[in-house]
């Protein structure tokens, strides 16, 4: 079946400094590449997501950059805030294939 | 504003009760989603529905089930609780042909 691999499962950085969680998945079939912020106590909420055919896409201080050939794609996270921590989670889609990673603890310590 | 609501946010229950969490969403949004989440194992899909009458089985589906009757409502019922079924549900939406999904606050259910 579908695996998908999240790395670091933990990551912590000082404020300012940059953040990047890779995701690794095996389905070559998936075509859309989101990334959810889980906040404590709510549910997770879409930050930024990227299609097949582009290889960067950016807002703000967050970036998603996708290898298709090497079937990962990343999370940037620059000039980091306290705000930013929180776990964040990556879900490789394929039409009807809803696969969640296992998730990235990111702590911004001050 | 349209949103997802889930009730009750925090359940506790015995062991062989059935238990159903409500999920609404006011977008009107064809696509409805159930989720578990556990510690190491991130969010797991349990049911899906791609419209009213429709449901289809996720990959944790043993011990759940859904109904469909209308466009807003996905209840998720837990036939015969199980302490294995301990976790905090997510409810979720999108429209139709729109990868996006968006979630609920999520229902904590401990099942004693």
């Known amino acids: 079946g579908e695996n998908v691999e999240q790395h670091p499962s933990t990551l912590s950085v000082q404020e300012g400094d940059s953040a990047v969680i890779k995701c690794t998945y095996s389905d070559s079939a998936s075509n859309y590449f989101p990334w959810y912020k889980q906040e404590l106590g709510k549910g997770p909420q879409l930050i930024i997501d990227i299609r097949s055919n582009v290889g960067e896409k950016k807002d703000q201080r967050i970036a998603v950059t996708l290898n298709k050939t090497a079937k990962h794609f990343s999370l940037h996270i620059t000039e980091t805030q306290p705000e930013d921590s929180a776990v964040y989670f990556c879900?490789?889609?394929?039409?009807?294939?809803?696969?969640f990673g296992t998730g990235t603890r990111l702590k911004v310590l001050a | 504003d349209a949103e997802i609501t889930q009730s009750p946010r925090h359940k506790i229950t015995e062991t062989g009760r059935q238990v159903t969490l409500a999920c609404h969403q006011t977008?009107?949004?064809?696509?409805m989603f159930w989720y578990r989440q556990d510690l190491g194992h991130g969010l797991r899909l349990i049911h899906y529905s791609y419209g009213v009458h429709d449901t289809n089985k996720g990959e944790v589906s043993d011990g759940y089930s859904v109904s469909r009757s209308n466009t807003e409502d996905l209840p998720l019922t837990l036939e015969s609780a199980a302490s294995s079924q301990t976790s905090v549900y997510f409810c979720a939406s999108s429209d139709s042909g729109v990868e996006t999904q968006y979630f609920g606050p999520g229902t904590r259910l401990l099942v004693l």
């Open positions: 977008w009107n949004h064809n696509n």
């Open positions: 879900a490789p889609f394929r039409t009807y294939k809803y696969i």
